[in-house]
């Protein structure tokens, strides 16, 4: 399948400060998902982008997809002590699910 | 409640010792997938089903081997276990294989083999 790169891998803040991540192609994507893995948790669906330059809110969390539909990226603003954990990117090939490495986020009380 | 089962939770064995580690989807699901989750390396595709008798290879399939006899059930096979799979393995559902539809994960399965 595709590749997805998902940057950065690992990132610490403090709460209350904002967290974004990345994922990016280079060919087009048909749709990317979002998995959110809680510390000793199992995957668990976030959200889905369809159409190009899409935008979707959940609460603190912001989810866009790239006008070319090569890149989307998560924003969560103000992380909590439950935005703790690894935060995967998925995109399909045709009936298969491609994810990427994931970026495990660390947030200090 | 609905849900994807995966049995056991942590498994450890001995290098060559066949083993299967069972997944059971109670949503009438037609779409299965096994993924291991290595560190760094995310979540990578072993096996899928696309329904009953359905079965294709993911990315990383040598070492491994699935049936798909039923619907709901979709066992995960190591005839003879190698360090090297010592992994956290997850079973995953959806309603049906396409390119939209959401996955729905087992818990995991720990598995180190020595």
């Known amino acids: 399948g595709q590749q997805v790169m998902q940057i950065p891998q690992y990132q610490h803040v403090q709460e209350g400060e904002d967290f974004t991540t990345y994922c990016n192609s280079s060919t087009t994507l048909s749709n990317i998902q979002w998995y959110k893995q809680r510390p000793g948790g199992h995957p668990v669906f976030l959200i889905q982008?369809?159409?190009?330059?899409e935008v979707k809110k959940q609460k603190r969390l912001t989810f866009q997809f790239g006008e070319a539909k090569k890149n989307s990226s998560l924003h969560i603003t103000a992380t909590q002590t439950t935005d703790v954990g690894t935060y995967f990117c998925?995109?399909?090939?045709?009936?298969?699910?491609?994810f990427g490495e994931g970026t495990q986020l660390t947030v200090n009380p | 409640e609905a849900q994807v089962t995966q049995n056991p939770r942590y498994l450890i064995t001995v290098t060559g010792k066949k083993l299967t580690v069972t997944c059971s989807q109670n949503m009438n699901h037609e779409y299965m997938s096994w993924y291991r989750q290595d560190p760094g390396l995310g979540l990578r595709q072993i096996y899928y089903?696309?329904?009953?008798?359905?079965?294709d290879k993911g990315d990383v399939p040598e070492g491994y081997k699935v049936s798909r006899k039923e619907k709901r059930n979709f066992p995960l096979i190591l005839e003879s276990p190698s360090p090297n799979q010592t992994s956290l393995y997850f079973c995953a559902s959806s309603r049906r294989q396409g390119p939209r539809e959401k996955l729905f994960f087992g818990s995991g399965t720990q598995l180190s083999v020595l």
């Open positions: 998925a995109e399909t090939s045709g009936s298969r699910l491609t």
């Open positions: 982008l369809v159409k190009s330059g």
């Open positions: 089903s696309m329904n009953v008798e359905v079965t």
